[in-house]
């Protein structure tokens, strides 16, 4: 953990005593970067607070403005019966959700009975696995032994989510040519976020790259990747379109087909398939007009 991590894990300790004694909360967690131990400058802090039954009265008094003479800048409800407070103190972002086990059973009921995919709930279970529980421990270490199993059937599932792939010469021909180069962003993005997302799968990792935060990190995490996909590779090919970052992202994909198929077999004919079309369908020019007879 780094210092920058260090001191922010303190400060929201300190910053949830209102939550901690109220007789309600069963379980206050820290989540996001400093609870990863990987914190910057620009790092905020994100607070859950788990109830038994929601105090939204207590809540709307604004608790840390009472304890800690801290102005509330926003209480924001994005589901029913939950709330987010935020708070900017010299520049820190402060954030405290709030929903209740009830509904924390409710969200993550798909994963565990129908081996959900979504990716908004993967991050969720991600960032629940990565937190640190400030209060109710006993409950954390439940949930997070009921939810750090990551099946094969999940692991599928994200895969073949994320086998939709551009042949090869569209980013290059069809996009950059054209001068359509926020299109060729858009699709690098897109394949590299597909190629992260199936190698987490490969790995048994809670992650979706739709929100591509802390890649270094979760690539630390994925001990069986492509040999060029890398923080830096990725950077690389994102600063410098053309054809040599074209070729290293499908020398990437191709190696992550490969490491597919070695995982799951049964992927092994769908792999072959990726790959002759790749090979098959490469985008070129016409320039005349194709005989027909």
């Not at 379980?27 to 131990?37: K, Q």
């Not at 520049?91 to 081996?115: C, I, M, N, Y």
């Not at 996009?175 to 359509?180: A, I, K, P, Q, S």
């Amino acid at each position: 953990m780094n210092k920058a991590s260090e001191w922010r894990v303190e400060l929201a300790g300190e910053l949830s005593e209102p939550y901690l004694s109220h007789g309600s909360v069963r379980m206050v967690c820290l989540g996001g970067s400093a609870a990863r131990g990987i914190s910057d400058d620009y790092s905020d802090l994100d607070i859950i607070v788990y109830w038994d039954v929601m105090d939204g009265e207590f809540i709307e008094s604004c608790p840390l403005e009472r304890s800690f003479g801290l102005e509330r800048t926003a209480l924001l409800s994005q589901h029913p019966g939950t709330f987010i407070e935020s708070y900017h103190i010299k520049g820190l972002k402060v954030d405290f959700g709030h929903s209740t086990l009830a509904q924390w059973e409710e969200w993550v009921a798909p994963l565990l009975e129908e081996r959900s995919s979504e990716p908004e709930l993967l991050s969720m279970v991600g960032g629940y696995l990565a937190s640190i529980p400030f209060k109710g421990r006993e409950i954390f270490s439940h949930w997070k032994e009921r939810l750090e199993e990551y099946p094969d059937e999940l692991a599928k599932k994200v895969i073949g989510k994320n086998m939709g792939i551009y042949v090869k010469g569209y980013l290059l021909h069809q996009c950059l040519e054209r001068g359509d180069h926020l299109a060729w962003q858009d699709g690098m993005c897109s394949m590299l976020k597909k190629i992260l997302n199936i190698t987490a799968a490969i790995n048994g990792l809670y992650y979706s790259a739709d929100e591509p935060r802390w890649v270094d990190y979760q690539l630390g995490r994925m001990s069986v990747r492509a040999e060029g996909l890398t923080g830096g590779n990725i950077a690389w090919m994102l600063e410098n379109p053309g054809a040599a970052s074209e070729d290293m992202l499908y020398r990437v994909l191709d190696d992550t087909l490969g490491l597919v198929a070695g995982r799951f077999p049964e992927f092994t004919e769908k792999v072959a398939g990726k790959r002759e079309r790749l090979a098959s369908f490469e985008v070129k020019a016409c320039r005349e007009r194709p005989e027909t007879g």
